[in-house]
């Protein structure tokens, strides 16, 4: 049973799946019994139950016996939710998962992602011997580890600590999750790779995602703008303060939907940085720590280039992708914003210097020479 915290929260689904709106206080069942299974029902009162989604239908090539089904007491952040009906990203990062293990005998899969997520369960379901899920809150724990007891897993097999970097072991695979719901990228989350590449991962051994690639395009909108500073000269409390506060106004934001954002492109879209976790070498500095990358870039438009909204592309393995632009996902997108936006013209050429360092993407534009 999942018991809604957030008055408002809608599960956002794709085509497979139907929708509900979810007040505070309306409670759920979530079936999580088999390999892929993820069935999610609201329940309107103490006997009526209405079918929200079933994904049996997603990878499956032979049949699974579900276990019985069984209600689990939760409270699940608005986030978590629309990452479980993420069908495309859960389903991917299963066919990832069963692509490694089945040519790794005896494997053993650290789970690193963050709050909620059954990803170390459907590990174990897919043929790893040994789960370290990391990171979790005690309510999660406990969450994680009933799934893994309904679901017919030794809890022998299954580990819980804080931390990754402390085991006494080396691993096969490391599973983590690169960007936020809200379309960022997650703090110390490359930083945390490659410790984890070079403190418990084996030498042959792989982190999901394997890659990522970050685009971009340059956008003119009044409405991005209008959010990130004070527009008007109005007195507070007779002091004029909007320049102060705009002085100190943040360039980087995130939750935008670029689908509904008003906006006029001004550049066609080009990459602005790939990683490579997987990379081999022997330097204990990974070349996706550090970043500095020159981007020419032609404008299509006239008009003023509020900032840049960028989103990622999350390779699972070389066949299969994710886009965090996608309109079915749950991420959203962010954006650097210029304190001046440059007037540009079309036909205009521009370099986009693009420096990533310490989890921070740090963007400049200027004229071609």
Same mark, same amino acid.
């Given at each position: ?20 709106? +979810?007040?505070?206080?309306?409670? !759920?069942?979530?079936? $999580? ?12 009162? *103490?006997?009526? @139950?209405?079918?929200?989604?079933? !994904? ?23 986030? *978590? ?17 069963? &692509? ?31 789960? @370290?899920?990391?990171?979790? $809150? ?7 580890? %009933? ?44 930083? &945390? ?40 000269? %109005? ?11 705009? %002085? ?6 995130? &939750? ?63 066949? +299969?992708?994710?886009?965090?632009? &996608? ?43």
């Amino acid at each position: 049973m999942i018991q809604i915290g957030t008055g408002g929260d809608i599960f956002n689904t794709n085509s497979k799946m139907s929708a509900y709106s +979810l007040v505070n206080g309306d409670s !759920c069942s979530l079936n $999580s019994s088999s390999r892929y299974d993820m069935q999610v029902n609201k329940i309107t009162d *103490e006997t009526d @139950l209405h079918r929200v989604g079933d !994904c049996s239908d997603m990878l499956t090539t032979n049949s699974i016996q579900s276990l019985p089904s069984r209600c689990l007491s939760v409270t699940l952040e608005r986030e *978590e939710i629309g990452r479980l009906n993420d069908i495309d990203r859960n389903s991917t990062y299963c066919t990832a998962i069963q &692509d490694l293990l089945k040519n790794k005998k005896n494997a053993s899969v650290i789970d690193a992602t963050q709050k909620f997520s059954p990803l170390g369960i459907q590990a174990m379901k897919l043929g790893a011997e040994q789960i @370290l899920i990391t990171g979790k $809150s005690k309510k999660c724990e406990r969450i994680l580890r %009933d799934i893994a007891k309904f679901n017919g897993i030794d809890d022998a097999s299954l580990m819980f600590a804080d931390n990754f970097d402390n085991q006494r072991q080396m691993w096969d695979v490391f599973i983590t999750e690169l960007v936020e719901p809200c379309g960022g990228l997650r703090q110390q989350v490359l930083e &945390d790779i490659a410790l984890a590449r070079l403190t418990c991962l084996k030498r042959n051994g792989v982190v999901l995602p394997v890659s990522a690639k970050v685009y971009g395009m340059c956008i003119a909108s009044e409405q991005l703008s209008n959010h990130s500073a004070v527009r008007n000269d %109005d007195t507070t409390l007779g002091f004029k303060i909007a320049a102060l506060i705009n %002085d100190f106004r943040i360039t980087n934001h995130v &939750d935008i939907d670029l689908s509904t954002l008003p906006y006029t492109q001004m550049s066609e879209t080009f990459q602005l940085f790939e990683f490579n976790f997987n990379e081999s070498g022997t330097s204990d500095m990974p070349s996706y720590l550090e970043q500095n990358n020159a981007v020419d870039i032609q404008v299509i438009n006239d008009g003023k280039i509020t900032g840049i909204v960028y989103w990622f592309d999350l390779f699972m393995t070389k066949k +299969l992708k994710l886009c965090t632009l &996608d309109r079915g996902s749950h991420w959203k997108q962010a954006a650097v914003l210029f304190k001046k936006s440059p007037y540009v013209q079309t036909g205009d050429k521009m370099i986009l210097t693009a420096i990533y360092k310490n989890s921070c993407f740090d963007l400049k534009l200027s004229y071609s020479s």
